[in-house]
């Protein structure tokens, strides 16, 4: 004959297999033991949480149309030929995320990294800016050649938008509304995130930063005016 702890730690490493997804505060409720003895039931039988990871889910006809958006008629190698939109904020310390920076130990060695201020300054950076003016040193036959990849942010889809786009890119931009479509769930990955702003960072953080808004607004232009047509264009 099980005791009451027994019988609850059974019940409720049952309701482990039974509803693995179900939060602390509803398993409570619904097996009517409290949250520290499962807690504590957890623990001693080393029941861990796992995050999951999430994924577009990729429906019939996707593969085809991502297949067709970079080599249909008339697109061959249309991926070679897209001024991309994105924006980066730099910090004026240089540390952009603490989900960047991990310690391999075989012991927790409880670091820190010191900043010089507590509350930093940002800056916001437009790809857009600085590509578009780049592409004076592209010859024309190049240009009148490229597509503007407009972003998902519904404010950029108005129709005053879409004329603006359709007037000065001569219809050669994607996204919606446009002649052409980004392919649905399509990652939100582009060239600007594997390289440009690795790059740029790599140029901005060189040297330590103080807190100040115009010595990293300089940085970052002098950067830009680093790169050479050539590596922007590959």
Same mark, same amino acid.
């Given at each position: 004959?099980?005791?009451?702890?027994?019988?609850?730690?059974?019940?409720?490493?049952? /309701?482990?297999?039974?509803?693995?997804? @179900?939060?602390?505060?509803?398993?409570?409720?619904?097996?009517?033991?409290?949250? /520290?003895?499962?807690?504590?039931?957890?623990?001693?039988?080393?029941?861990?949480?796992?995050?999951?990871?999430?994924?577009?889910? @990729?429906? !019939?006809?996707?593969?085809?149309?991502?297949?067709?958006?970079?080599?249909?008629?008339?697109?061959?190698?249309?991926?070679?030929?897209?001024?991309? /939109?994105?924006?980066?904020?730099?910090?004026?310390?240089?540390?952009?995320?603490?989900?960047?920076?991990?310690?391999? /130990?075989?012991?927790?060695?409880?670091?820190?990294?010191?900043?010089?201020?507590?509350?930093?300054?940002?800056?916001? #950076?437009?790809?857009?800016?600085?590509?578009?003016?780049?592409?004076?040193?592209?010859? @024309?036959?190049?240009?009148?050649?490229?597509?503007?990849?407009?972003?998902? #942010?519904?404010?950029?889809?108005?129709?005053?938008? #879409?004329?603006?786009?359709?007037?000065?890119?001569?219809?050669?931009?994607?996204?919606?509304?446009?002649?052409?479509?980004?392919?649905?769930?399509?990652?939100?990955?582009?060239?600007?995130?594997?390289?440009?702003?690795?790059?740029?960072?790599?140029?901005?953080?060189? !040297?330590?930063? !103080?807190?100040?808004?115009?010595?990293?607004?300089?940085?970052?232009?002098?950067?830009?005016?680093?790169?050479?047509?050539?590596?922007?264009?590959?």
């Amino acid at each position: 004959m099980l005791n009451e702890d027994d019988a609850a730690s059974v019940l409720a490493l049952h /309701s482990v297999r039974e509803a693995p997804r @179900l939060s602390f505060r509803r398993r409570a409720i619904e097996t009517e033991i409290s949250k /520290s003895h499962l807690q504590r039931n957890f623990k001693q039988n080393r029941i861990l949480p796992f995050k999951p990871k999430f994924r577009h889910t @990729l429906e !019939e006809g996707d593969k085809a149309k991502k297949f067709g958006f970079l080599f249909g008629d008339g697109q061959q190698r249309l991926h070679k030929r897209i001024l991309f /939109s994105d924006e980066y904020t730099f910090s004026t310390n240089g540390v952009v995320s603490s989900q960047y920076f991990r310690y391999w /130990s075989e012991t927790n060695p409880n670091f820190t990294i010191s900043c010089r201020r507590q509350y930093l300054k940002k800056l916001m #950076c437009d790809a857009t800016n600085f590509l578009t003016d780049k592409l004076d040193e592209l010859p @024309l036959s190049y240009r009148t050649r490229m597509f503007f990849q407009q972003n998902g #942010c519904p404010a950029h889809h108005a129709v005053t938008v #879409c004329n603006w786009l359709n007037s000065e890119f001569n219809e050669h931009w994607i996204g919606r509304d446009g002649l052409i479509l980004w392919p649905p769930r399509s990652p939100d990955l582009t060239i600007l995130d594997f390289y440009l702003w690795g790059r740029l960072k790599q140029i901005v953080y060189r !040297e330590p930063l !103080e807190n100040d808004e115009e010595q990293i607004k300089t940085r970052i232009q002098n950067a830009i005016k680093s790169l050479s047509i050539e590596e922007i264009r590959n």
